[in-house]
DNA sequence: CTCCAGGTTCCGG
DNA sequence: CCGGAACATGGA
């Protein structure tokens, strides 16, 4: 994708004002997504629940599903280009009653500055496959890891689109995953997760598990059955759940999480098990626990790169 | 060089 | 049920 969408016109008669005609075009043709409440485009694309997303301008280049798409957040109002205001509003969560939400998060010194630190967050609403598929490949990788392996996967396995002159790639299928070997999965970078993305591919691609039916099962059978999947444990499963299965109780607790927990939750205690801090936080957060969740890891993450040590 | 990163799986107590 | 170890790779 990258540099060739940035090449949008090649061989113009006027070399000078292209950009700036460029821009005219891209300004004409951008949509206006309505929405109530806060939303921080910036903060929701670098909070770590999706990984394809690439800054450019004063906006962002991306896919939803198969659909090349430009963003870009203006002072009141979502801005896009390549897909419809309904399209980009379901997958960006503007639909969700996010001043609810967090009025409903547990009201402690971490969560509040959690939820001072990330205003207008939100949880997107992922592709199942592709928000599956990219977690199995997230195991103990670093974020900016993760997107490195998803636009490999993209661009090498992936369906190319025409896109402002150059080229965007969808994320390739589970069939198209399937038919490669464990050689060819390695070299993208994915280490020992070739083996479960590929054998994860492969039960999608066959039937022997539907990501569609397991839409339908309530949130404990949706869990167990993401869970027969290669590479998929109850981290994963939660993260699937949560961005793209709309469970927004859904609690994944990965290493920073449970910095998180330790810390700031289970203070002064000496041995704590994963079992013990699952059941906190599945009755302590809410309803809308994975939202709470996100808005921790976020924070967490943030102060590490600011600097900070534990907060509070 | 060592440590860590949005874990899962397998194996003994 | 619980704690350890193995498993790849790249950046700090």
Partial sequence: MGDQTRRASRG??????????????????????????EFNLETTLN??????????????????????CYVVQE??????HGVEAATARQYFGLDHPLADIVASFPRDTAMEAAVGACRGLRVIRQPLW???????????????????????????????VEWEGGAAFTYPTPEALA???????RSCALGYRAKNLLKTAQMV??????????????????????????????????????FAFERLSAFPIDVWIERVLRTLYFARKRRVTTKRMQEFSANYFGPYGGYAQQYLFHHARMQKKAGGLSGA
């Fill in 205 to 242: 691609a066959n039937g022997e598990v539907d990501l569609q039916a397991v839409a339908r099962l309530d949130d404990g059978e949706a869990h167990a059955a993401l869970c027969r999947l290669a590479g998929v444990g109850p981290k994963v499963a939660n993260c699937a759940l949560l």
């Fill in 12 to 37: 113009g008669k006027s070399g000078g004002t292209e950009t700036a005609k460029r821009r005219d075009h891209l300004a004409a043709r951008l949509t206006d997504v309505p929405y109530v409440g």
């Fill in 179 to 185: 038919v490669l070997s464990e050689e060819e999965l």
């Fill in 130 to 160: 592709e928000c599956v598929a990219t977690f199995i490949t997230s195991a103990q990788k670093a974020v900016p890891h993760i997107a490195q392996i998803s636009h490999t996967l993209r661009s090498r396995y992936g369906r190319r």
């Fill in 75 to 80: 002072d009141t109002a979502l801005r896009v």
């Fill in 47 to 68: 909070s770590g629940q999706v990984f394809h997303w690439r800054r450019r301008g004063a906006g962002w280049d991306g896919m939803i599903g198969d659909a090349p």
